[in-house]
DNA sequence: GTGAAAGCGCTAACAA
DNA sequence: TTGTTAGCGCTTTCAC
């Protein structure tokens, strides 16, 4: 394995400038850069990125935590994100961290002591009291203090979904999802959107929430299906639980949509296939994981970021009138 | 940030001492232990592992190739990849290569030069020229050369399905997939040992495969559909396959199973909430993914390490009778 | 058992 | 514009 030393000997120049034209910074004449390159080609050179990382204390390394890649929202962000990241020269280290604090914060130190360049957290963990805004990090879907974040249009989209239901002819309709007491993220603004809109345009609505994580999501889905029987209409928090519910409700020959609509979020790819065809409001997955990489690089930088917002979409499927 | 150095000053000892009882390697007496491990303490002294790594050549990092992880089989297996590696004190770099070669390359490259410690690969990409055994390098599904693997019993797995198809009162068979003229993978052992069992039982049976990877798989399934009538057993070679099968076999009004049973493989728990339920022949995902980290530390140890099979299992759904 | 010292490959500061 | 040098934090000889 050729050094930079060898390079220096070989092309007849100092260390300094070898590294200088290999990283091309700093004053070279063309001459001697020529030179150099030369000696590089011949002897295969190249640069030794850990000892690299060592001197500049930056390993070009990104975190990601996110409570589990095996879900199908998670990995098709994970999947942008990566590539992106992949295109400004930075690796991916990969962080399945749901509830587990300690695991996070196990590359949060890192962080701390620059064995990773950044973060890009989809977190649902207390944290907030671990970090802060001066740190290169980005989240997803959650606020804490100053820390950029990327987000859908969760409130826009929350509107959009009881438009619909309204549209086509939803009397009683529901919100379904949940809420928690210790961590604010923007999904909450899916129900807040949801209901704003419900109040604006007069229709009567139903809360259908239980604290996260639930611990049974077909329970409480079964719940929902015996005691709600006169709702037509719900919008429901991710594709995952909404395709769920479209499942139980059709055992009970409840006819989708017919007699109950039902709306997801998300517009995961993974289910597209699947009959009924669900009609979600869309997260633009591939966009919103290429921001989370500008955000962050750019905090790399230094340079001032503010929180990004993507606009929603409807996916009408089958699931609604 | 406090250093080796200073743990070593405020214990009173040399950096040499001070490295040998962080690491537990060589002769520390008791006594300086303690001392030492009291600096430590007080100092809140990490190892930089940045500096480890270079001078160690090691950084304790392994890198994931997968074709996507946004695919849900892959995803688990990633899944359960990371979380073992992470018990073991590795970091997980995740690499989608799909049909990038040249990425692989990259990280084969920096294996070739201790910039990761080990390669862990499901990859479809023509690499075999640039890896041997030698190198810390374990594979999922594909034989290249003396190089370890980690498989499902895909052989036996075909041989399976196409028992239950039979016991269940199938007639008229088919193996539905891919295969691949370049690369070898366990996978057309799916195909072998169906085969296999259908001769040995006495069983027309057809073979409606393309070459991998498929353009429209939509198309593929309707073209089945279309011209292949009188089958009434069909074993697909992954759930997704065999979930659109589903889907497209339903709008057409042919009832399952009783007219068509589908048999997938793979297990994939992301569909398990699906209506109707498929039968699948269940890839061990879980203990999967924590031997192929099991084999690849072996590997690294300098241990010798031979290829496992892990068996699968029938998972009666609703797609068969 | 222990301390001193070399050196891993590189970048960056400095002097020339 | 260029070469020399210090030093990043650690592990690992090698004397003692």
Redesign the interface.
Known sequence: ?ATIKDVAKLAGVGLGTASRVINDSGYVSEETKKKVLEAINKLGY?P????R??VT?D?K?VA?FLP?????FF??L??YI??EL?KKGY??????SSGQKE?ELKYI??LK???VSGIIGISYNPIENEINHSMPIVLVDRHIGEIPYVSSDNYGGGKMALQVLKETGCNHVAYMGTYSKTIFTEVEKRLKGFEDAAKENGINYTLYIEEDPIKDQ?TFLHTFLNNYKNIDGVFVEND?MA??LV?LA??RKISIPEELSIIGYDGI??YA???PKLSTIRQPVELMGRSLVDLLIKKLNGEQVTPEIHPVQFLKGETTR
């Open positions: 394995m190249v030794n990125e850990t000892a990382a060592f204390q390993n390394t990601l589990s890649i095996h879900h199908a990995s098709e994970a999947y990566e590539d992949d690796k991916m280290i990969l962080c399945n695991k130190n890192m002591q620059n064995k077909t995952m395709l769920e499942q059709q055992d790819q993974t296939m699947l009959r």
